[in-house]
């Protein structure tokens, strides 16, 4: 992992645990699988736990891990460690991405909560009483409002759960979602135009791919209501960046965004400067103290691995080309 993990996203309990499950080589993070210091660790070694950082796992570090048998990913996306090599030696690999999910969802079901109340023109017009706020006030609240969710991803699916206790009409958009399933959360399943013709608030839950990158594009945009919130706690190169400025520019829209495309935004931005535009700093996921789910659940993952029982949430080969 990355330096600084230590201490607070591992913390010596985490390092107690993993030691009580086998032998426990080193206390210190492992940065780069060549190093010669290392290499006798990693010739003993069933087991990679990893973090933010955690090197790639190619045929040259594997070749210094025979006896590899689990890759225990303490973060979400795994895309940047696994190889074709990982796969074909059948390692076990398992991913915190759930327990990353659940800050995720928190922030993006707040900002849905806050949107409906138009609190991004609101509090902006606090700011600068001089602002026309472009709201019919009497659409506000969050009484029979309409959420536009895409992507039925961990963070997609904890957030309409999140938001199912408050009286709101909830609606998906995935591909890999059917509709009993969508049914099963008490959400709609719809085509993206659809939803966005529909919804509210929309807000974007889906991986960064190649198929997904500028979904919401000017077309989308386009058919989205006077007044709809955007929120974007996913990927900031799901949105067409140049399309969004136009809309938002226009005051007709409203947009929550904790990930840009750019990220970060260049400094002289238009929506730095926008009175409907709050940003975030890429701050929805496991920050401080949420950091240490992920950790408690890939430790878990190890635990069970060790007692020889089926990993909670495993990654696939055939999962790579559509996880974030």
Not at 82 to 93: A, I
Not at 113 to 125: D, F, H, R, Y
């Amino acid at each position: 992992m990355m330096d600084g993990l230590l201490g607070y996203a591992v913390t010596e309990e985490h390092l107690d645990a993993l030691a009580e499950i086998g032998e426990l080589s080193t206390r210190v993070p492992v940065g780069d699988f060549s190093d010669p210091a290392v290499a006798e660790l990693l010739a003993d070694t069933d087991v990679i736990f990893g973090h933010w950082g955690c090197p790639t796992l190619d045929a040259t570090a594997l070749e210094a891990m025979p006896r590899l048998a689990m890759f225990a990913y303490g973060a979400g996306t795994v895309k940047w460690q696994v190889t074709d090599e990982l796969w074909e030696r059948g390692v076990v690999v398992t991913s915190a991405a759930a327990a990353n999910a659940v800050p995720v969802a928190e922030f993006a079901a707040a900002a849905i909560l806050l949107a409906n109340k138009g609190i991004v023109w609101l509090s902006a017009a606090e700011r600068d009483p001089s602002l026309r706020v472009p709201l019919d006030m009497s659409a506000l609240g969050n009484h029979d409002r309409r959420v536009g969710l895409v992507g039925a991803s961990h963070v997609g699916r904890l957030t309409c759960e999140y938001l199912s206790v408050h009286d709101l009409q909830v609606a998906f958009h995935d591909p890999y979602l059917d509709d009993d399933d969508a049914a099963r959360m008490g959400a709609q399943k719809m085509e993206l135009d659809e939803l966005c013709s529909w919804c509210d608030v929309l807000s974007l839950h889906a991986p960064e791919l190649d198929s997904t990158r500028r979904m919401i594009g000017a077309r989308q945009l386009s058919l989205l209501a006077d007044g709809v919130t955007i929120v974007n706690t996913a990927r900031g190169a799901l949105i067409d960046t140049a399309a969004l400025q136009q809309e938002l520019a226009s005051g007709r829209l409203q947009a929550i965004l904790d990930v840009t495309h750019p990220e970060p935004l260049p400094v002289d931005s238009p929506l730095r400067e926008l009175p409907n535009v709050m940003l975030t700093p890429h701050v929805a996921g496991a920050v401080g103290s949420e950091t240490r789910r992920l950790t408690d659940l890939a430790v878990a993952e190890v635990a069970r691995f060790a007692a020889g029982e089926s990993p909670l949430y495993p990654v696939r080969r055939e999962d790579i080309p559509r996880i974030a």
